[in-house]
């Protein structure tokens, strides 16, 4: 009787150890039939290159109307903008029709440089 419980015990412990062996070789996606493919989502940062343009509206005009502006060639050298408060150039992304991109962030700069006098990086004034 010893040892058919014997006998039992080691085939049971032999059943539970090919289960084991069988459990951890199985493919990760868990069907056993293929192999997951992992997929990896990179976020794309759009970043756009930005150029200089020549405001060429009257002193009435609004400088944040993309319609009054110009594009500098690309080795043609910035036009001289004495101080002032009014808009020389300004660089920006390039827009449809050669013109500008102006965001909300660009016109409160616009704003901001020809109410106050004071230039900024991307906004450059005259007289």
């Known amino acids: 009787m010893a040892s058919s419980i014997i006998k039992y015990v080691k085939g049971a412990v032999t059943l539970f150890t090919l289960c084991l062996i069988g459990t951890a070789t199985a493919a990760p996606n868990g069907n056993g039939d293929e192999k997951e493919t992992k997929k990896e989502v990179k976020a794309e940062k759009t970043v756009q290159s930005t150029q200089w343009f020549e405001f060429i509206g009257t002193p009435s005009d609004s400088p944040t109307d993309h319609t009054k502006y110009r594009a500098l060639e690309e080795n043609e050298p910035l036009p001289d ?45 005259r007289q």
Do not use: F, R
């Open 81 to 125: 903008c004495p101080s002032g408060n009014q808009v020389c150039i300004l660089n920006a992304p390039m827009g449809s029709n050669n013109q500008p991109d102006i965001d909300s962030n660009l016109q409160t700069e616009i704003n901001n440089a020809t109410s106050s006098g004071v230039e900024s990086a991307n906004v450059k004034l």
